[in-house]
Nanobody, 126 residues
Framework: QVHVAESGGGLVQAGASLRLSCLASGRTFSRVPMGWFRQAPGKEREFVAVISWNGGSTRYADSVKGRFSISRDNNKNTMYLQMNSLKPEDTAVYSC???????????????????WGQGTQVTVSS
């Protein structure tokens, strides 16, 4: 079982950068893929990025590709989301979660994830 807690959110201006962290507890963290999702007010939860258990494979939503970078440090039980060139439309609550099985093609559905954190708010002003 994996338990997670996100941190690193805040209020920034458009064009700025933020790095989110997802600290996990549990011995299985290093063996499972992990993902980031976000949810803006009045909208459904949206896939952002996913990383394989060893960091060797990653996938991104088209809306963040080239601006966001997902990484992990299994020695620290932590996953990161580096967000650059932030836009007002990136404003949302960002949550991390563990994924049951890695898939090269089926990775954006939230139903494939478990152990969700409470989330961290990211607000980007124009």
């Amino acid at each position: 079982q994996v338990h997670v807690a996100e941190s690193g959110g805040g209020l920034v201006q458009a064009g700025a950068s933020l790095r989110l962290s997802c600290l996990a507890s549990g011995r299985t963290f290093s063996r499972v893929p992990m993902g980031w999702f976000r949810q803006a007010p009045g909208k459904e939860r949206e896939f952002v990025a996913v990383i394989s258990w060893n960091g060797g494979s990653t996938r991104y939503a088209d809306s963040v590709k080239g601006r966001f970078s997902i990484s992990r440090d299994n020695n620290k039980n932590t996953m990161y989301l580096q967000m650059n060139s932030l836009k007002p439309e990136d404003t949302a609550v960002y949550s991390c979660a563990a994924k049951r099985v890695w898939s090269d093609t089926n990775y954006s559905a939230s139903s494939g994830y478990y152990s969700w954190g409470q989330g961290t708010q990211v607000t980007v002003s124009s």
